[in-house]
């Protein structure tokens, strides 16, 4: 009878013991799925406001601009670029760290007016962003780029105008002298550095990658953001840019109405020829004299599209 007890207990405190794992179990996996979807909604979250701190910059700049970024807290941000369809989509990820951990990225934030260009990913507490006009040859939009106060470029060599604009600027991630250390070097038309400018032909090598440019505003594109991404907004600026021409086509069939003519319309329709076949940044060498050409008809006419 002793054994008979014996075993009857030692069952009881087993069945108790399984009970209790299972339960300890389910509480930790119900933890675990609450955390991770706490994470996946406080990175939309992040997200969203990033969207809205973002907003006031895409304002029509005449000139370029610098603007501090404060996310309070150790934040990645990934960009996604999307081409298709119309303007394309640009959408932001972000990952923070807390106790040590990456929380999951929420879901993104998707734009069709946004060009923003940025390492995949950057990261920090504090960012500065960097905005530039397009124009190609009118005015396309503002092109935005995000660096990571953990980021420091050091520009070796650099052309008289893009000295400048960085003493005039003064961002505090970017350096023309007394470079720190830890610096990425960008290189002009000089040398073997992390990233080199080539300025006679306009491309800049990067990660064993060739990125060509046309104007400042994309030469900084190619130094701030990796080739895939880059010409995944290369192509929708140039979606957008088409639009464009198709307004400035009508515009000069307006004024035209009102006996001022405009020299330079059968000049757009060809130059969106052009861009039709557009397919990525090694095509831009090819329509850059036709842009050129553009623009200084429009400036001396009396009649100016813009």
């Given at each position: ?204 090598q990067k990660n064993n990658t060739i990125m060509y440019f046309e104007e ?91």
């Amino acid at each position: 009878m002793n054994k008979k007890g014996f075993l009857q207990i030692s069952f009881q405190w087993l069945f108790a013991i399984i009970v209790g794992a299972i339960i300890l179990f389910l509480a930790i996996y119900a933890v675990s799925k609450f955390s991770s979807t706490n994470e996946a909604t406080s990175g939309t979250k992040i997200n969203a406001q990033l969207s809205a701190l973002l907003n006031p910059l895409e304002s029509s700049f005449e000139t370029s601009k610098i603007t501090p970024l404060n996310l309070g807290t150790e934040t990645r941000i990934y960009p996604l670029c999307d081409s298709d369809g119309g303007f394309g989509i640009q959408s932001i990820k972000t990952s923070q760290k807390s106790f040590n951990k990456w929380s999951t990225p929420g879901i993104g934030s998707n734009v069709k007016n946004r060009y923003l260009f940025l390492e995949n990913p950057v990261q920090g507490k504090n960012f500065y962003v960097f905005s530039k006009p397009f124009e190609f040859p009118f005015k396309i939009t503002d092109l935005m780029y995000i660096i990571s106060e953990n980021d420091n470029y050091c520009f070796k060599n650099a052309p008289s105008n893009i000295k400048e604009e960085i003493i005039q600027l003064k961002p505090k991630s970017i350096f023309i002298e007394d470079c720190p250390d830890n610096s990425i070097k960008v290189c002009f038309n000089m040398g073997v550095c992390d990233i080199n400018v080539n300025t006679n032909s306009n491309y800049v090598q990067k990660n064993n990658t060739i990125m060509y440019f046309e104007e400042d505003s994309l030469m900084y594109a190619t130094i701030f953001s990796p080739k895939q991404y880059y010409e995944c907004q290369l192509n929708r600026l140039i979606s957008r840019e088409k639009i464009l021409i198709d307004i400035y086509i009508e515009k000069a069939d307006i004024i035209s109405n009102q006996k001022c003519y405009s020299s330079i319309k059968n000049e757009l329709i060809e130059l969106k020829n052009l861009l039709n076949n557009f397919r990525d940044s090694d095509d831009l060498s090819s329509i850059y004299s036709k842009i050129i050409s553009i623009n200084n008809k429009n400036k001396n006419s009396k009649c100016r599209l813009w």
